[in-house]
């Protein structure tokens, strides 16, 4: 048997009792772990350092209060299977939320609240505190809309500790070593392996471009508490429908989520603005929310963007590495690397495309298209009137809603070429096994040196 390129198949056992030229050799079939490695370590090894990654990282919000076990795994298993197949939406998540913690720990230290931190921020955001109002039904709050409370004087700020919040955390420091380590082990293995010319399967360039997108939702959720099951009571001492009298206009309008939507507009989510624009909801149907979503897409400033646009497109482009590995076959060659080319460049036109949609949801394409004359109204010249925070408030309360129809039309076609490519390689790490390069089976000298499992 002998593939395209005329290169000689070898049965996988006559690898341990033969020598070969292993740059003109092939494998065929499952190899046993000679006294290099076999078939079995680079699957259990990628795969394994994948689980842990997904495992460590994946930082869920509260459950509601009345989910089983049950469906708190099945949750976290939903979670840790996008982190695989799409870590970058999962890692768009993070810096969201960790950029929401950032902002809220501004607001409440520039008011003398010394004690509030990140992890505070962090916990307030992913439904940690249940707010409790007199002779109401009792909701959750997060960071914008407990500054909002605590600005009015409805209650004080929550003397929480942060030892005491992490120590709700359930957080396996542990499975973050062996993270830590199995981590480790691949990046240098890999690194050896180019430096002395070995070849690599696309399992584990696979498995590395997915560990440098988790390690990027890793550092996001770093100071998220991890798996909390219950939250933190507070009691005010006024009604729900006080405070909205108290709001006046801004509050009239129905709520979507909460009774304090109209403190700062929510940024959208998958669930209920997405799919809800194509008439299926998967949102929970209750109100107030029982539980803060997850998949809010992040509210974040242009360097924030543009940090997860290099860190999104740098997850797609590590696939391009195995522009020139050995395939089983030429077809399966030239299919890996139009996949790889259309990761990456349809993750930087939908970052193009995003954010001419986004400037157009806030507004800020106004003031161009009055001095092109397409525009009429007229602009309010506040800019270095009101301060950066105010600026991002106003702008997310006259947003137009999301998605835009002609931004559906733009970005829904290029999902789906991304996911058909994204199903492919998929597919196609685990098919190339079947034929690999002799030399994929040596391994580093020094590689055994280092702790991994």
Known sequence: ???????????????????????????????????????????????????????????????????????GVLRRTKWMFWAIVGPEFVVSFAIGQWSSAQRSVKRFRGRGDLHWTMRHGFFADMGGLLLQPKDSTPFLTNSRQLYYLVERGYLACPQLDGDDIWDKSKADSLARVMTLAQVSWLIIQLIGRAIMRLETTTLEISAAA??????????????????????????????????????GEDAKKPYVHTPLDFVAKQSSTVGYDIMGYFGVRFDAKERPLRRLPNDRFPDITTTEKFVLFVMTT??????????????????????????????????????????????????????????????KEAVRDIEGIETEEEKREREMKESRPMPLPWEVALILPLVIIYLLARFYMVVEVFLGLRILPLSVFNTVPYIDLIPHW
């Open 210 to 247: 997915i560990v440098f997108s988790t390690l990027g939702t890793f550092y996001c959720w770093f100071h998220k508490p991890y798996d909390v099951r219950r939250p933190v009571i507070l009691n005010i001492g006024v009604s729900t429908e006080q405070i909205l009298l108290d709001a």
């Open 314 to 375: 740098a997850y797609t482009a590590v696939h391009l590495v195995g522009w020139n590995f050995s395939f089983p076959s030429n077809a399966e060659q030239y299919l890996w690397r139009i996949a790889s080319c259309i990761l990456t460049g349809v993750t930087v036109l939908f970052w193009a495309f995003e954010t001419i949609a986004a400037r157009h949801r806030f507004g800020r394409w106004d003031k161009y298209l009055i001095w092109l004359r397409f525009k």
């Open 1 to 71: 048997m002998t593939i395209s390129t005329g290169i000689p198949l070898l049965p996988g056992p006559a690898v341990n009792n033969q020598s070969f030229d292993s740059q003109h050799a092939f494998v065929a079939g499952w190899v046993s772990q000679p006294n290099g490695r076999g078939t079995f370590d680079i699957v259990w090894s990628s795969l394994f350092t994948v689980f842990l990654c997904t495992w460590t990282s994946v930082c869920l919000n509260l459950p509601d209060k009345d989910e089983s076990p049950l469906r």
